[in-house]
């Protein structure tokens, strides 16, 4: 079995331990960070990087990271109803804008944040498996929104600007993503 499908069974052992022992109540709670052992690698395999570590409004994810470093890490937090936030390694959130629909085409008003303290509906993921039809095996994950739409890495991955949306409510494989974890 190679690393990538044992991150895929790490991600379900991590999301169903944690969700085992939270309950909904407690979910929106600010939490201290959790262990940043997770990261999310584009369609194309770069790695999806939390600017400055989290806590930013703009310019808060690029897609461009080759080797894995502290802000290449992000820790999936149990959010109940089988749902995940993804915590950076500084603690803070990665926010959907609005539960998608957005892009961020335009710098200013970007279709993620990274400062979020607390877990909201816009802090909520759904990790959606991805199966190759050849193999009939996990390939990777979808992350939706709760508004139903899925984030997806601007032209696969690679970039600095102009990194992430939220546009699309069906799945290319600019909306895919292999999560390994346990690193």
Excluded at 70 to 84: K, Y
Aim: net charge negative.
């Amino acid at each position: 079995m190679n690393v990538k499908h044992l991150g895929l069974i790490a991600v379900t052992a991590v999301v169903a331990a944690g969700l085992a022992g939270m309950s909904t109540s407690n979910a929106g709670a600010a939490v201290a960070a959790a262990p940043a052992n997770c990261v999310i690698k584009t369609f194309y395999g770069e790695y999806l990087t939390a600017v400055g570590g989290g806590g930013r409004e703009t310019d808060t994810i690029h897609s461009d990271a080759t080797q894995i470093g502290a802000w290449e890490r992000f820790a999936l937090v149990p959010a109940g109803n089988g749902m995940v936030a993804i915590q950076t390694v500084d603690g803070h959130y990665l926010t959907a804008m609005g539960a998608g629909g957005w892009s961020d085409a335009n710098p200013s008003n970007p279709a993620f944040h990274t400062d979020a303290t607390r877990i909201q509906a816009w802090e909520k993921f759904t990790l959606v498996p991805i199966t190759n039809p050849y193999y009939n095996k996990p390939f990777g994950y979808s992350i939706r929104t709760t508004g139903g739409y899925y984030l997806g890495a601007v032209d696969g991955g690679g970039r600095e600007v102009n990194v992430l949306n939220t546009l699309d409510n069906f799945q290319t494989n600019r909306e895919e993503f292999q999560i390994i974890c346990g690193l």
